[in-house]
């Protein structure tokens, strides 16, 4: 059986045999912003108070995601990563917040965030420690989880540091349990694959039943080099990660770094095209605050949001490798497919690409309509089965389509993902 057609089997198991998590969160893929990549574990609020991890960062980001377009995109939460909290627990056994850098306490920043008509994401750890050194929340899942509640907090970000790796699927579970019995509505984002793939396959079904969303790589860095590796594992782990995914229950390819520092133009469309196209969260760690306009467009743009939060919550996934480029291809609603070429030559000027090449063209039978996003928006018109369109891909960039079948012969879901990955040129 071919890789694809196996894919496409296992995604039908899949749907029967592994419910999500049940708390009605993540229909889509969640959206927001997260400090992480861009502003790490900088506590010196006294040298350097306007990037450190303080109240402070966070009410400013929730301002700039009220009033410049960003929560109207899409993106909902504000969130906390690693080294927030003090370095001691409270009296009372609870995590609290480091008291110099969160004079007003989580709850106080909870609701400024609400008040914008945000939501407000934190972090914690299932072992000891977080992987910063922090308290973790090992022996502590109902206190914590608890607490979180009655701080009213969204989304939990729950990391694997300083965990045995075999007690590893018990810790998340507990705590997965125990937020759902606070009776609050929290997110559940989960590392629990990333620390058992060195080791085994994770078990995606209890993964799925556990967390909404679940990191299975490295962390991304603010580099091309890594935004490759990440999609090179992706595609390489498709048939196993794939089929997981779906509305309540996603994989997580780590942050988008688009706006800051390591990728061009062209990088920067790459990696959103491609999150598009993996149904992944679009969690940013950037600084909105001082953010080029073409970075922000880039974000903001409708018609790629679009592609992410799609109602049929199918993962895409490559489905061609040839003479230097990659196809990746996503089901959509409607029958409609969203279709991303990726240069992959870091060399010379644009390369074309001939459409039908594509896997996935024989949706356009006996005819479809094609809009291309990326690199720019137009719409290319009827095409069919026959069209020798030339799509022109610059060195690391990626052109973004989508194909909308037109005939009444053509039947609603009428892309057949039975194509294999083949030579393409």
Not at 60 to 75: L, P, R, S
Not at 165 to 189: D, H, K
Not at 358 to 367: D, E, I, L, N, V
Request: charged share 20%; with cysteine.
């Amino acid at each position: 059986m071919s890789s694809v057609v196996f894919l496409l089997a296992a995604l039908a198991t899949v749907r029967r045999a592994a419910d999500a998590l049940d708390n009605g969160l993540a229909q889509t893929p969640t959206m927001g912003w997260l400090h992480w990549e861009r502003f790490m574990c900088n506590t010196d609020c006294d040298r350097d108070p306007d990037h450190c991890i303080s109240e402070r960062l966070y009410m400013q980001m929730a301002d700039v995601m009220a009033k410049e377009g960003w929560k109207e995109a899409g993106y909902e939460y504000v969130c906390i990563d690693d080294c927030w909290p003090a370095h001691q627990r409270d009296a009372h056994g609870r995590l609290q917040a480091d008291p110099n850098r969160f004079p007003g306490g989580i709850k106080k920043l909870a609701d400024y965030v609400h008040s914008k008509g945000l939501k407000l994401g934190i972090y914690a750890d299932v072992g000891k420690s977080t992987c910063a050194g922090y308290p973790g929340s090992l022996g502590y899942y109902e206190t914590d989880a608890q607490t979180f509640a009655d701080w009213e907090v969204d989304l939990l970000k729950f990391d694997g540091c300083f965990m045995d790796w075999t007690l590893l699927g018990e810790g998340y579970i507990n705590m997965s349990r125990a937020l759902n019995r606070t009776g609050r509505s929290i997110l559940y984002s989960c590392e629990w694959p990333l620390y058992e793939w060195p080791f085994h396959q994770p078990n995606y079904t209890a993964v799925r039943e556990t967390c909404n969303h679940w990191r299975s790589f490295s962390d991304v860095y603010d580099s091309w080099s890594s935004v490759k590796s990440i999609l090179d594992w992706t595609a390489s782990h498709q048939d196993v990660i794939v089929p997981w995914a779906g509305p309540g229950g996603w994989n997580d390819p780590d942050m988008l770094v688009i706006g800051n520092f390591g990728l061009s133009h062209d990088q920067q469309e790459s990696q959103m095209a491609l999150w598009a196209i993996m149904a992944a969260p679009l969690l940013m760690s950037n600084d909105l605050r001082d953010i080029c306009p073409r970075s922000r467009a880039l974000l903001q743009n409708r018609h790629i949001i679009d592609i992410s939060q799609d109602p049929l919550g199918r993962q895409g996934y490559r489905t061609a490798k040839a003479d230097g480029f990659e196809v990746w291809e996503r089901p959509l609603s409607g029958g409609r497919l969203a279709l991303a070429v990726l240069n992959k030559q870091e060399i010379g000027g644009p390369r074309g690409f001939v459409i039908q090449a594509a896997p996935g063209w024989k949706a356009c039978s006996p005819q479809c309509n094609v809009t291309q996003l990326l690199p720019r928006y137009e719409e290319l018109g009827v095409q069919t089965p026959q069209s020798n369109t030339l799509i022109p891909v610059n060195p690391s960039g990626t052109a973004l389509l989508t194909v909308t079948p037109v005939s009444g012969d053509s039947p609603r879901g009428c892309w057949d993902s039975s194509s294999q990955p083949h030579n393409i040129l």
